[in-house]
């Protein structure tokens, strides 16, 4: 089986700053600070890279001036603990530069701004900072959830004064680097555009905005015979992640799906992961899907969407009808073409007890097994009919590596107090340990109960759909380390 890790994009912005500025102030581009739990270790990134007001050398900071790249680091943190999220970060932008801070729910599908045209100046020192407060219930209700926070600098909605306008040009002409983008609504200008996409409830809590270097576009960037490249990087116990490059126009939309097999005629989840390409003819997805399976494959489309449509149209035609290669077809439902690119997934060999859902994390594998095909409602004794399930399951695990945890996890839905959701949710993972600590192919694993009540939905509460899909019981544990005979 193979063993995936994780790759989120930690995207950002922007790069390099030239000999011939005139007006300086002080700043170091060092890294960020050691998080525990983190992913990313960057090391003292504020200490290091952003002085403080005290700072007595402010004066010797190398502004943008026309010709210079964009630089930009930014340290975003997601924390439960303090519920909210905070930014803090460092440009070689004009002092007073009025920068946007968005956070959005649900970026795949209908936009939820959780807060948007959050308004970050930049400082003598080339410092920016500040925090989202989020609701009380935001890490409950959106566990498991996708987040798209951005930093953007737009001319056409800027609030900056007319000398600093006139630096980066009336539409962003001066502006250059590898997060500079053109867009075409309103009127052709370059904007600043830095994003990171977020898990609610993820292991990983702080992410690092910064730019590559040593990206290039391809020496066939733009033409129309097209061809792209893509691979599942990683995927978590809710996205599965595609990078690829390609010599695609920049702003080209492409739609993510997962589908279970090829027999299957719609995805995993309706609502596509809709992203563009970059001007380096890269992009990265992030895609939702219910359960993993051996002959599940990714598939992404362009039909023709497009950030900057009015230069794309003109090269590729309104209908794509001018494009060629291997990953374009024609559009059977409507004249003209589409591209499709394809990727299979290479599957885990776990074949999922009957009605239950498999996901994976860097080898760490989540049976997730809905409460109405192992307990009657409202009770925490096993019904007869799930010793069937469980004996699936006890399969799954005989070849586990001995001493290995096997987390057994409660929950339920929100409906009735949540103190005896709590209760339930407790008996519940601990009739299933009881049962599999009973099988004798098991005794060397350990069992750990957990119970989190109604704490960990993995879908809204407002639907029975979503309440349905709350009420279960996980086993989670690292199933690809498995025992050797």
């Known amino acids: 089986m193979k063993r995936f890790i994780i790759t989120i994009f930690i995207a950002v912005l922007l790069v390099a700053c030239s000999s011939n500025n005139n007006n300086k102030t002080t700043e170091n581009n060092n890294d960020t600070s050691n998080v525990e739990n983190n992913v990313v270790n ?35 943190e997601l924390s439960e603990e303090n519920n909210e999220l905070t930014v803090e970060g460092i440009t070689n932008l004009l002092t007073n530069t009025s920068l946007t801070a968005d956070l959005i729910g649900n970026p795949m599908g209908n936009r939820d701004y959780i807060d948007r045209d959050i308004h970050l100046d930049v400082q003598a020192d080339g410092s920016f900072q500040t925090s989202f407060d989020l609701d009380d ?110 010599n695609i126009l920049e702003g080209t939309q492409l739609l993510g799906r997962y589908f279970s097999d090829q027999d299957k005629a719609m995805s995993q989840n309706l609502i596509p992961s809709l992203i563009e390409v970059d001007k380096y003819g890269d992009f990265i997805v992030p895609i939702r899907y219910d359960s993993i399976t051996d002959d599940g494959y990714v598939e992404l489309t362009s039909y023709g969407s497009h950030r900057t449509k009015e230069t794309t149209n003109e090269v590729y035609g309104e209908k794509y009808e001018n494009i060629t290669g291997n990953i374009v077809e024609d559009n059977l439902s409507k004249d003209g073409q589409i591209i499709r690119i394809t990727v299979d997934y290479e599957g885990m060999d776990v074949e999922a007890p009957d009605e239950s859902l498999v996901t994976e994390e860097d080898g760490e594998l989540k049976i997730a097994m809905p409460d109405d095909i192992l307990f009657d409602f409202d009770k925490s004794s096993l019904k007869s009919e799930a010793k069937d399930t469980l004996k699936e399951v006890s399969n799954l695990l ?88």
């Open 42 to 76: 960057k090391d003292n990134f504020l200490n290091d890279n952003i002085e403080n007001e005290n700072n007595e050398n402010s004066d010797d900071r190398e502004e943008f001036s026309p010709g210079d790249n964009v630089e930009l680091e930014a340290r975003v």
């Open 137 to 246: 219930d935001f890490f409950q209700e959106n566990n498991g959830q996708l987040l798209l926070f951005s930093i953007s600098y737009d001319p056409l909605e800027s609030v900056a004064d007319e000398e600093i306008k006139e630096v980066y040009g009336k539409d962003g002409e001066n502006l250059k680097g590898p997060f500079v983008q053109i867009n075409e609504s309103v009127r052709e200008r370059n904007v600043v555009y830095a994003y990171e996409y977020l898990v609610v409830g993820s292991n990983k809590t702080t992410y690092i905005i910064e730019s590559d270097d040593n990206k290039e576009v391809p020496g066939d960037y733009g033409e129309t015979e097209i061809w792209a490249e893509a691979e599942i990087t990683g995927n978590d116990h809710y996205h599965i992640y595609v990078e690829g490059s390609s």
């Open 398 to 485: 005989k070849d586990v590596k001995d001493n290995e945890n096997i987390q057994i996890k409660g929950h339920t839905d929100n409906e009735g107090n949540p103190e005896y959701n709590q209760i339930l949710s407790e008996e519940r993972a601990e009739a299933v340990a009881k049962r599999l600590r009973a099988n004798e192919d098991l005794k060397h694993l350990n069992f750990i109960i957990e119970g989190y009540g109604e704490t960990k939905p993995v879908a809204s509460n407002d639907s029975e759909d979503g309440r349905k899909m709350n009420r279960r019981v996980e086993i989670v544990f690292h199933g690809l380390e498995l025992k050797k005979d």
